[in-house]
């Protein structure tokens, strides 16, 4: 456990499949090999949809706040239709 652990706090490349299973199999022989390509696949950085998915978070919750600043509400509406110009004149 404590060769996992160190492994885990190693700064570098990613590990490839069969780096990660040279580091395994000598410990646990039997060592899954689904798990392994779940390991591999973890230890990707992310790609290109992931950036896509948080710009369009981004995007849409951006649009959802100026739509709910833009409601028609008369507590908001009524002080600002009834402010008057410097020059006097109602705007």
């Given at each position: 456990?404590?060769?996992?652990q160190?492994?885990r706090l190693?700064?570098g490349?990613?590990m490839?499949l069969?780096?990660?299973?040279?580091?395994v199999?000598?410990v646990?022989?039997?060592?899954?090999?689904?798990?392994?390509?779940?390991?591999?696949k973890?230890n990707q950085?992310?790609?290109?949809?992931s950036?896509?998915?948080?710009?369009?978070?981004?995007?849409?919750s951006?649009?959802?706040v100026?739509w709910?600043v833009?409601l028609?509400?008369?507590?908001?509406?009524?002080?600002v239709?009834?402010?008057r110009?410097p020059?006097?004149?109602?705007?």
């Amino acid at each position: 456990m404590k060769r996992l652990q160190k492994l885990r706090l190693e700064t570098g490349a990613p590990m490839t499949l069969e780096e990660l299973r040279v580091a395994v199999v000598d410990v646990y022989p039997q060592f899954s090999e689904k798990v392994l390509m779940q390991a591999t696949k973890a230890n990707q950085p992310p790609g290109l949809f992931s950036k896509i998915k948080w710009a369009t978070i981004l995007l849409g919750s951006s649009v959802g706040v100026l739509w709910v600043v833009n409601l028609p509400d008369p507590m908001i509406r009524w002080p600002v239709a009834q402010r008057r110009s410097p020059l006097g004149k109602q705007l």
